[in-house]
Nanobody
Framework: QVELVESGGASVQAGGSLRLSCVAD??????MGWYRQAPGKEREGVAI???????YYTNSVKGRFTISRDYETNTAYLQMDSLKPEDTGVYYC??????????????????WGRGTQVTVSS
């Protein structure tokens, strides 16, 4: 069973930065992702990083968020810069339930952490 533990969420002002971390226990596979869920909205995919180092971002965070991964520590990161109030939500780390991750395909994810709260005030 894959276990994912997120950390790093906080309250910041618009324009600020945060770095989220996700430690993945018993997983070092093909890709990892980050999702978020804003109040009253469905969970949405934010970013994916693949084992070859390539990345995918949803349009609303392109140029502001950076996903990375440290294979030695089995940790994924989400660097979030130029934060906006609409970035507010619970951020979840995710791992796939399949061995192969197709590019930009958020449907592969089946393991989730408990989330970390990010609040951006204007």
């Amino acid at each position: 069973q894959v276990e994912l533990v997120e950390s790093g969420g906080a309250s910041v002002q618009a324009g600020g930065s945060l770095r989220l971390s996700c430690v993945a226990d018993r997983y070092s596979g093909a890709c990892m992702g980050w999702y978020r869920q804003a109040p009253g909205k469905e969970r949405e995919g934010v970013a994916i990083i693949y084992k070859d180092g390539s990345t995918y971002y949803t349009n609303s965070v392109k140029g502001r968020f950076t996903i990375s991964r440290d294979y030695e520590t089995n940790t994924a990161y989400l660097q979030m810069d130029s934060l906006k109030p609409e970035d507010t939500g619970v951020y979840y780390c995710a791992a796939p339930y399949v061995e192969y991750c197709y590019y930009s395909d958020f449907a592969v994810f089946g393991y989730w952490g408990r989330g970390t709260q990010v609040t951006v005030s204007s």
